[in-house]
Each structure stands twice: as C-alpha cells, then as structure tokens.
C-alpha cells in the first residue's frame, strides 16, 4: 500500500492506549435509567425482568468476547474484565470500550421483547456509557470486584427498605429518607424484621449479591493450584506458544457461560475457579 503524504493523521490515534499487562476491567452503565426504569414500570426496587435482561445480554457480550475472563452486574451497570494474558485484539481503550458498549446495547435491545413481552420499547431507546480501568495486581482486581459486591449490597439494603417502608410502612419518600438517616446496615435489618417481619437474609440472591458470569467448567479442591501467583508472575510477551493460545481461545469460546450469584469477596469463589485468573479452560462438566 502507498503512503500518502496524509497517513501521517494515524499518528494521533495511538494517544489511547492500555497499559500492557493489566487486567482490564471495561464498566458499562445504564445512561438516565432512573427516568428509564418509571417509563417502563420496572418493580421497585428490584425488577427480576430488567436484571435477567441485563444478565441476557451481557452472556452474549462474553460468549462473543472470549477475552473475558469474568463479568459483574448489578442495578444498571456490568463489569467486563479482559484476562492480562490476552493478546487482546484491540488496546485502545476508544475501541475497547465501544466494541463492549456497542455489542451490549444491541443484545439488550434484542432480548427486550423476551423479558417484557407486553412492553414496546419505543424512543428515545436505551443507551449505556462505559469507561476502561487497568488494574496490575490480582489484589487490585479482587479489591475492585469486591468493591462492587459491596456497593450492590449497601444500595439494595438501603432501597430494599426504604421501599418497604413506603409501600408496606405508608410512608412518603421524605419520610422513609428520614427514618433511615444515620442508620447502620444492622439497623435497617431490624427495621425490615421488627416492621415487616421480613429477614433481609431470605432476599433473592441475585438481589443481595448481584449476578456474576463466567465459563462452566468443572470446580477444583481449594489450595491445589497457584493460579493467583502465576498470573502476577506473567509478562507479556505470554511465553506460551502461538498455537497452544489459539487452542485455548476456541476451547474458552466453546464452553458455557453460567450466571450465577455468589460470593465474589472470598477466597473461596477464586480458589475454587482457577481459571477465572489463568485463563487456562477448565475440565468441561458432564450434561446434565
Ligand atoms: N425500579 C427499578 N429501578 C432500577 C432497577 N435497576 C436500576 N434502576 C434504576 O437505575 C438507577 C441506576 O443508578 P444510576 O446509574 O446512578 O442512575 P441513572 O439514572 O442511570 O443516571 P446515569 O447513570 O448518571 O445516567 C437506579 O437509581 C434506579 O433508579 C430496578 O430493578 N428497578
Ligand atoms: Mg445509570
């Protein structure tokens, strides 16, 4: 191909890039969905429908994106986490992220009719913003997965009672925001239990922890494997062979992704799923 004397304009596209050798996390998030989810009638607080759909639609994001190694949603937002092993095929976080973006918006603009079958979706349409974080240590990465759980929990006891008191209690918004002023998640447990004889522990799960996604593949005894360490021993260039990664590519792109909703703050969840941090594919579980 010839150069032009205009080629050189390439040059400013490279002023965005990732840093080699770090997870990277790609966060999305519902643009206005306060506005969004009245329009529609979402249940409050929690609307299982526009959750399976958020849930739809990020499997399809990571059945597609075989890079992804895990994702995490809850409310309005999913985080995409890209192994820091994979030669990914874009570090530009502009790309990166609109790729993410893009392919999210359309499966949920897809799957729509599945979850509210008696709702047309009209304009304006659902739309999601999203940004691209590196983060260079296994502990960083565990710490932001943490720090999300956490944020999941805090805002659904918060709204999981504040709800009730307005729609079991009678209260106006003004009055619930009053009573819950100040109040500690010990508190807000009491008041759900003593007012409305609701034990916050029997919640749906997907609602106190949020939904985590990742391929299925076959759990591992605890302390049998050294996936956190070797993955922070890695550099880049990955030193395994050319052929041997594409092989684990398809393998990854092959397998099921699961959407469960567990613990993602203990040892155990990673210890348990090494592959999660070595993005080596796992035995593939038996049909059942
Ligand atoms: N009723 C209901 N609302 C939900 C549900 N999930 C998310 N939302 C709404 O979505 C909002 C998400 O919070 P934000 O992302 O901070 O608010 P936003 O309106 O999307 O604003 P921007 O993200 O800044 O555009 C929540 O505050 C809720 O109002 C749901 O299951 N039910
Ligand atoms: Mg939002």
């Not at 349409?125 to 943490?146: E, H, K, T």
């Amino acid at each position: 191909m010839a150069n032009s004397k205009f080629e050189y304009v390439r040059l400013f596209e490279q002023q965005d890039g990732l840093l080699p050798n770090t997870w990277i996390v790609v966060r999305i998030d519902g643009r206005g969905f306060t506005k969004f989810a009245t329009r529609y009638g979402f249940e409050k607080p929690n609307d299982k429908r526009a959750l399976d759909l958020m849930n739809a639609a990020a499997k399809m994001v990571m059945t597609e994106l075989s890079d992804i190694t895990i994702a995490y949603g809850s409310s309005d937002e999913f985080s995409f986490v890209f192994h820091k092993s994979c030669i990914l095929f874009e570090r530009r976080a502009s790309k990166l992220v609109s790729t993410i973006v893009s392919t999210f918006t359309a499966y949920y603009i897809h799957y729509w009719p599945t979850y509210f079958p008696d709702t047309l979706l009209t304009p304006p349409l659902p739309s999601f913003d999203g940004r691209a974080i590196c983060y260079p240590s296994v502990q960083n990465l565990r710490d932001y997965m943490s720090w999300r759980q956490v944020d999941c929990h805090i805002n659904n006891l918060y709204n999981t009672t504040f709800w009730s008191l307005i729609q079991l209690g009678g209260l106006d918004a003004k009055e619930a925001e009053k009573t819950l002023a100040g109040t500690l998640a010990a508190d807000k447990n009491e008041i759900l239990f003593s007012r409305f004889k609701i034990n916050y522990n029997n919640e749906p799960e997907m609602f106190k922890k949020g939904s985590v996604l990742f391929r299925d593949y076959e759990l591992v005894e605890p302390g049998t494997h050294n996936a956190a360490e070797e993955a922070e021993n890695l550099a880049i260039p990955v030193q395994q062979s050319k052929t041997q990664a594409e092989n684990d590519k398809k393998k990854r792109a092959k397998a099921r992704v699961t959407v469960e909703h567990l613990d993602i703050i203990k040892d155990d969840f990673w210890d348990r799923r090494p592959w999660l941090l070595s993005n080596k594919p796992g035995k593939v579980p038996k049909q059942t």
